[in-house]
């Protein structure tokens, strides 16, 4: 591995983007056995119009976009959204880089997060960064629940 900069997204990276959310999203889709979850259903019009009111990072290994995630800020809290890494790349630290990254971007002291459930190693990583669950787990579908965290600085 060379050396992995997190740098900020432009519109030119969008469709890069777009195509390794499609990639990292696929385990996803299995493992909740929905091949309609957003981040596929997600077309390069809505990033666009995505990117307007977000903040997207990107983690590059040369040239190549191999990492990213979003966020925006409000007066209580910063979201946190989307949080991917290319496959070959994974388990190597560039999650929490991206997330790390993006907390200091948007500033702020409660940063806010929603994961799938059965994402059990997004979860291990969310508390190593000092998120907790918080509320109830929403229904999203039959096979699908949301699992809300939050961060205080």
């Known amino acids: 591995m060379s050396d992995i900069k997190i740098l900020k997204s432009t519109a030119s990276d969008l469709p890069e983007i777009l195509a390794l959310q499609k990639l990292s999203f696929v385990e996803n ?21 995505e990117a307007k009111s977000h903040v997207f990072l990107k983690a590059v290994d040369g040239n190549k976009i191999i990492g990213s995630i979003r966020g925006y800020s409000k007066p209580d809290y910063c979201y946190l959204g989307r949080v991917m890494v290319h496959p070959d790349y994974q388990n190597q630290g560039i999650g929490r880089k991206l997330m790390l990254a993006l ?16 994402d059990e190693k997004n979860i291990a990583l969310y ?7 918080y509320g109830e787990k929403e229904k999203v579908t039959d096979s699908l629940y949301f699992v809300y965290m939050r961060k205080n600085q």
């Not at 948007?106 to 059965?118: A, D, I, P, R, T």
């Not at 508390?127 to 669950?133: R, T």
């Open 127 to 133: 508390e190593k960064l000092g998120y907790k669950a």
């Open 103 to 118: 907390e200091k971007e948007l500033g702020g002291s409660v940063f806010e997060l929603v994961v799938g459930h059965l």
């Open 29 to 49: 889709a299995v493992r909740y056995n929905d091949k309609n979850i957003p981040p596929l259903m997600q077309t390069l019009d809505d990033l666009l119009e």
